[in-house]
């Protein structure tokens, strides 16, 4: 018998082909897209920020789940923002992280057991025969495959980005797959099931003793005010359009302040900037600056969490802004100006292909990078996203006529105004008695994750998998300079 590999690869034009030569050819091609990426790593000077930690926290599981066909929300502009971020090299900026799923016992400092019991239970065809009005399930927030998976995920990173500025191992965190503003403590609303920035707040608020929350999404963040009117350790901030009548959720009027009682320890500490149609690149962008840095000159933060709805740009599909990427991305240069340690999160964007390019850039200036404008040709299937003459990084996205600018200077300065004179109420930044953080606190409770490993050897062993696989493959999980797909 001729001798032979004993192991061939089929290759139906030529017939078994030597495995060495085609290991070969899958390492060039390999190499190539390497080079390429290095390319536009030397051509945009991408490097590690010098002075400060940005840490990415993701898990490519969320990116597989799936609201159904007809529903605005697509978890999928993750994946093409990652494939972004990856073919400009900009994971090679940052400190990269897999980020595990919540745990019950996490997702219930805020949210009631029972909702989590419901949405760890129900299962599509249950939602189809029973209806849920006290968890707010229907049209906006359905039942899918997988839905208490997906919420545990996104949750998950935004309480690992919130632990690594806890323990300083970073100063700016992004997890662009949280954001997810509207989420009560026992029901679901407005595409959001768990309130993932409510969970990462009191990460933060276990070292740090004033969060200052700010939101740029088109939408009110109603379930995150709401959340923190107990508390003045908190002041929430946003942004958004305003129609009690017309406009989801139909709350954040300028008058809305937090709890009606002075007395309430809350009281004041609830910012609302309520905006008109069509609000454009320039009015917003002073707009911001001119509330936010007297906010912060009061209030005093030590963390600040800001939320990056991708709603608020012109074009989008339940927008209502003329918002071009560069000016949204302004806010975020803003904030890092201020050099206060930062949690980045993404929130609604409803054109996917207009959300990866905004948070692809937002992600550029956490690093400090410049980009070139011309999307990379390397980026994973672009032909079916972007048209060839749309793989441009900043598109326009205002001037289009679709909304009007009804914002006029008048109407601004008197919001401006009005902010300024409720931050009057605020006798300085409120006293703080901290209470002692453990000394092994990586924000993680011991306990968990003791159960978490035990869970996860067992699972392993009973696969057949030994211990010193299991290190094997661990090693690399998460490691700098890595984005885990």
């Known amino acids: 018998m001729a001798k032979t590999s004993v192991v061939q690869t089929y290759d139906p034009a030529t017939g078994p082909s030597n495995p060495i030569t085609t290991t070969t050819a899958s ?59 990856l073919a400009y090299g900009m994971h090679t900026a940052m400190d990269c992280h897999l980020s595990r799923a919540a745990t019950k016992e996490e997702m219930a400092e805020f949210h ?54 806890c323990n300083d191992e970073s100063d700016i965190a992004i997890n662009w797959s ?16 768990i309130n993932d920035i409510v969970l990462a707040i009191l990460q933060l608020l276990r070292v740090h003793p004033r969060v200052l ?3 740029i999404d088109v939408h009110h963040g109603d379930g995150v005010e709401q959340a923190f009117w107990s508390t ?23 008058s809305s302040t937090g709890p009606k009682r002075s007395l309430d320890p809350g009281a004041h500490h609830s910012l609302n900037v309520p905006l008109n149609d069509g609000i454009d690149d320039q009015d917003y962008v002073w707009l911001f600056r001119e509330i936010v840095e007297p906010a912060v000159a009061v209030f005093q933060p030590s963390a600040i969490v800001l939320q990056c709805g991708a709603d608020s740009l012109g074009c989008d ?76 990084l900043f598109p326009r996205l205002s001037g289009t006529g679709r909304f009007e600018n009804k914002n006029s200077r008048e109407y601004l300065w008197g919001l401006i105004l009005k902010i300024r004179e409720q931050l009057r109420y605020l006798q300085g930044a409120p006293s703080v008695q901290m209470q002692m953080i453990p000394p092994d606190l990586m924000g993680l409770r011991r306990e968990v994750d003791e159960r978490i490993k035990a869970e996860r050897e067992e699972r392993e062993e ?5 211990e010193r696989f299991r290190r094997n493959r661990e090693r690399g999980v998460g490691g700098r300079g890595q984005l885990v797909d």
């Not at 009005?133 to 919420?151: A, K």
């Not at 503003?181 to 959001?192: D, N």
């Open 462 to 466: 009973g696969a057949g998998y030994g």
């Open 213 to 215: 929350y700010i939101d």
């Open 317 to 392: 599909r339940l927008g209502c802004f003329n918002l071009n990427i560069p000016a949204h991305g302004a806010c975020v240069e803003y904030v890092k100006s201020l050099r206060i340690p930062l949690v980045v999160l993404g929130g609604g964007g409803y054109t996917p292909r207009n959300v990866a390019r905004l948070w692809t850039y937002e992600t550029a200036v956490c690093v400090g990078a410049n980009l070139n404008p011309r999307l990379p040709e390397h980026i994973p299937h672009v032909e079916k996203v972007f048209a060839p003459d749309d793989r441009t």
């Open 232 to 254: 003045d350790r908190v002041m929430t901030l946003s942004f958004h359009k305003y129609d009690r009548d017309n406009f989801f959720p139909g709350t954040g009027p300028i």
């Open 27 to 85: 390492s060039s091609s390999t190499l190539t897209l390497d080079q390429k990426i290095q390319r536009e790593i030397e051509k945009n000077g991408i490097e590690r920020p010098k002075g400060y930690t940005v840490s990415w926290h993701s898990n490519a599981s969320v990116e597989r789940h799936h609201f159904g066909a007809s529903h605005p929300m697509k978890p999928w502009r993750l994946t093409l923002t990652k494939r972004l971020v």
């Open 178 to 193: 949280g954001g997810l503003h509207h989420a009560k403590k026992s029901s679901a609303s407005g595409f959001c099931y």
């Open 112 to 165: 009631r057991a029972d909702y989590l019991d419901f949405l760890e239970r129900v299962q599509p065809d249950t939602s189809n025969k029973v209806e849920f009005p006290q968890y707010n399930i229907g049209d906006d927030c359905p039942i899918f495959d997988g839905l208490y998976d997906y919420c545990a995920l996104y949750a998950g990173a935004s309480v690992d980005a919130a632990r690594k500025i």
